[in-house]
């Protein structure tokens, strides 16, 4: 149990709770009319499925800043798969937009690995090119409810034993790549490569394909958030997804995953993107002024990576010093004289 | 022994690195079920050896054999497969992942669904521990490891690979003496089961007792191969030194003057506690120790470039603000890093803007570097060093390792220094710029400067150094007049485990 609380998830979720329940003190609705009840779960699907795959891109020590555009991009496909071929099952649709959120996350993957350029520059660089494309192919077209299946946008708003459709499959991906970080090989690889990208060199790793296979998840979970954007808002245009990177950037930084790599966990990014979301739309029902909610949400970012460096710093601080204690000259002389021999 | 074709050959192999041959003709025949020690002195190739073996660096020529078949690893990955297991000198850990994580990184145990077993892989690892007579904690993080614990994680790594060719390049370096014995009953186990063995220290004792045949080398190239039995440890430092020490070292006579330098009390959680000792005008101290010891961490304390928790510099008089290196650099310190690649130069930029680098504000007007004022100190201080360089205007990354060092240390002393730290000055520069790298310390000294030199080369801090200070786990175990300091009383004195009876200094 104290395990359990001393983990930053846990503190996270404690935040998490505490504005939830000072917020329904102050204006019950929140949390406890059905519709504040399934906003709560609902709003942060989206944001929780990229945070995810943002998760295990930084965890390698690098960032994907264009995973607004790909949403972008694939909402926009989704929308125009319905419209040209009206025929496709919603699955095979969503299929295709995943897929194709895996090219893009590949592309960007591929530069960074091979050509070893920071991922930062990399990935700012295909936010336009794939903004770009977007704002070319749609235009100023806009794709509306009425282009889209009925079934499809119920998905948008359906629930399931009171738990939104949306909800539940952020939960689904949520679990199974957490599962995967923690108990695969390639899971711990990927921590490894974040820890010290030079020993896993030396250590024989495949670092490019681990890489590779790290953008490649995170492009694919940008365009399931992409089907999951279409499905909600029922309207996409060229602008879809515009800016959310830095949010997602945010959601993992508070959810602590080290921005350089090697620590932290899918599930903590997961309830950062909660707790940034959720704030978000506390703090107008708790009466605080626009500028100030954004100054909140600022702040919460460079208090989580100012905690970051006080626990690291405490935890390097504790070991070196531990080493100090329990390191005396252990072996007495009679020890060495038979080494010596 | 019947005639198989032994484990690991190696014929004629040689490595450069830009005009530095590491590596000139690397032979080593190593036959199974043996223990094979490699050992000369630092610099002579042993580890661009092993790491060409490991995949780490691909060899420019020569043969390659594994029993018997020709390999070209392309990396480690492929060395490992073909079951080569190397420990290097500088441990790879993952801070962030457990103890029991580094060791089985890559090839951990899967249960059921390809999930890793963690019940098998931590009592594997207390397994290893056991073998290995150690008490670590599997599931602590590799963070803050001692470098005698992350030795042994990569040893239990290597061991774990139950590869046919082991190879351990100073294993024993940072350990104690109980675990040096743990190590060598798990590598006599080894031999024993067939497996190959290399086996790189620089303490002879330790080569006659746990290994068969020795081969020695220098300067990049293949010297011997004998029997142990058959070679005495004098011989064998005979080979490995193969010239007059006196030529090395030439020391200028000086008379050392007053307290430049004055270090009370230095303290850094961690890393090295009640540190004090002074360095005087014109004498040359000698800061020895193990790798790890903690010998560059109290070096860039003092230049102020890492904090100290508790303590006082004081040079010139006057104490330093710690933590602040411009207020180090106008009291008259100077700091030659121990990697002039990473910390000494700027290796994109010219030998002049190298050489003014620190002097700047001298050189200019109005906040304006004046060209002229910078290449005439940049060909005062080459000259004076005799760098090769084409011209002033040459970049760093295109010279030899002597002549960059030779820059760096150029644009200290352009700074009118009292006091030079120097920390492994010669390392990877040949053996001609070595003793005029020594030459230049020397006669500096004998004009009045106090140089505090860190070299891991006992030959080179006992030709060179007045007094020799020896850390030991981050504190000074033993400080020795230049008469005194024998290369047996400071290896004893630098070795954890082994001292005790002459106490601290």
Not at chain 1, 51 to 60: L, M, S
């Amino acid at each position: 149990m104290s395990v359990l609380l001393r983990r930053r998830e846990a503190g996270i979720a404690l935040a998490l709770l505490v504005v939830i329940g000072v917020t329904t003190a102050i204006q019950p609705g929140f949390l406890l009319s059905s519709g504040g009840f399934r906003d709560l779960l609902l709003t942060p699907a989206i944001l929780v499925v990229l945070a995810v795959g943002q998760a295990v891109v930084v965890i390698t020590r690098n960032v994907d800043l264009s995973v607004g555009s790909v949403l972008g991009l694939t909402a926009y496909l989704t929308g125009r798969l319905f419209i040209e071929a009206p025929d496709l099952p919603i699955v095979v649709v969503a299929l295709v937009a995943v897929a194709a959120g895996a090219v893009l996350g590949l592309v960007n993957g591929s530069i960074v690995a091979f050509a070893r350029v920071p991922a930062l520059v990399i990935t700012l660089g295909t936010l336009y090119v794939y903004r770009g494309i977007a704002l070319t192919w749609a235009g100023s077209d806009r794709i509306d409810a009425g282009d889209m299946p009925r079934s499809f946008l119920a998905l948008g708003t359906e629930q399931v034993l009171g738990i939104p459709v949306l909800t539940i499959v952020a939960a689904v991906v949520l679990a199974v790549v957490a599962y995967y970080m923690y108990t695969a090989r390639g899971g711990r690889q990927l921590y490894a490569i974040g820890s010290d990208p030079d020993a896993a060199e030396l250590q024989g790793l495949p670092v490019r394909r681990r890489l590779l296979g790290a953008f490649a998840l995170g492009g694919a979970l940008a365009g399931l958030a992409g089907v999951m954007f279409a499905a909600r808002y029922g309207t996409v245009s060229s602008g879809a997804g515009l800016g959310i990177e830095l949010q997602v950037v945010g959601a993992v930084v508070v959810g602590g995953v080290a921005i350089f790599g090697g620590s932290g966990t899918v599930a903590g990014a997961a309830l950062g993107a909660m707790l940034l979301l959720t704030i978000n739309r506390a703090l107008p029902v708790v009466g605080i002024p626009d500028f100030w909610q954004r100054a909140v949400v600022g702040a919460l970012i460079i208090g989580a990576i100012a905690l970051d460096r006080v626990l690291a710093r405490r935890r390097s601080h504790r070991l070196a010093a531990e080493r100090d204690t329990d390191q005396p000259g252990e072996d007495g002389p009679a020890d060495r004289e038979e080494a010596n021999r | 022994m019947q005639n198989a074709a032994p484990t690991l050959r190696l014929e004629g192999v040689a490595k450069s690195f830009g005009p530095v041959a590491a590596l000139r003709s690397g032979t080593l025949v190593v036959q199974p079920g043996t223990i094979h020690a490699l050992v000369g002195e630092n610099g002579a190739g042993k580890s661009t050896l092993v790491k060409i073996v490991g995949g780490v660096h691909r060899r420019d020529a020569g043969v390659v054999e594994l029993d018997g078949e020709p390999v070209d690893f392309s990396g480690p990955a492929e060395a490992k497969a073909a079951g080569v297991a190397v420990i290097h000198q500088e441990p790879a850990s993952f801070p962030d992942l457990t103890v029991a994580e580094n060791i089985y990184l890559g090839r951990e145990p899967l249960g059921r669904f390809r999930r890793i077993d963690r019940r098998v892989m931590r009592a594997g690892t207390r397994q290893l521990f056991r073998d290995l007579g150690v008490d670590l904690d599997p599931d602590r993080p590799a963070e803050g490891l001692s470098i005698a614990d992350q030795q042994i994680v990569e040893i239990a790594k290597a061991i774990s690979l139950d590869a046919r060719l082991l190879v351990m390049d100073e294993p024993t370096a940072a350990l104690s003496a109980v675990e040096v014995r743990r190590l060598f009953a798990v590598a006599r186990g080894l031999r024993d089961a067939g497996h190959a063995v290399v086996f790189i220290s620089h303490r002879l004792d330790e080569v006659a007792d746990l290994c068969d045949t020795v081969t020695v080398m220098r300067d990049g190239e293949h010297v011997s191969t004998d029997a142990v039995a058959d070679v005495t440890a004098g011989d064998l430092v005979r080979r490995m030194v193969g010239r007059a020490v006196a030529d090395l070292y030439p020391k200028v006579p000086s008379t050392p003057g007053e307290v430049v330098l004055r270090v009370e009390g230095l303290e850094s959680t961690g890393t090295f506690h009640d540190v004090s000792f002074d360095v005087r005008a014109g004498e040359i101290v000698g800061l020895a120790g193990l790798v790890g010891a903690g010998r560059s961490e109290i070096a860039r304390a003092v230049f102020g470039v890492d904090r100290y928790d508790a303590g006082r510099v004081v040079v010139g008089g006057r104490t330093l603000r710690p933590g602040d290196p411009t207020a180090a650099i106008a009291a008259g310190l100077a700091l030659v890093p121990e990697d002039r690649r990473l910390e000494g130069l700027v290796t994109e930029s010219s030998v002049a803007r190298n050489v003014s680098a620190v002097s700047r504000r001298r050189l200019a007007r109005l906040g304006i570097l004046l060209p002229d004022a910078e290449a005439r100190l940049a060909r005062d201080w080459s000259g004076r060093l005799a760098v090769k360089a084409g011209a002033l205007d040459a970049v760093a990354t295109t010279m030899s390792g002597g002549n960059q060092q030779k820059v760096v240390l150029a644009k200290w002393l352009a700074t009118g220094p009292k006091v030079l730290i120097v920390d492994e000055p010669t390392r990877g520069i040949d053996v001609g710029t070595k003793a005029e790298v020594h030459r230049l310390l020397s006669t500096l000294a004998a004009e009045g400067l106090a140089v505090l030199m860190i070299s891991s080369e006992l030959p080179e801090v006992l030709g060179m150094a007045d007094r020799v200070l020896v850390v030991r786990e981050g504190r000074i175990a033993a400080e020795l007049s230049r008469a005194e300091a024998t290369p047996e009383v400071v290896m004893r004195a630098a070795t954890p485990g082994a001292a005790g009876q002459e106490g601290a200094a």
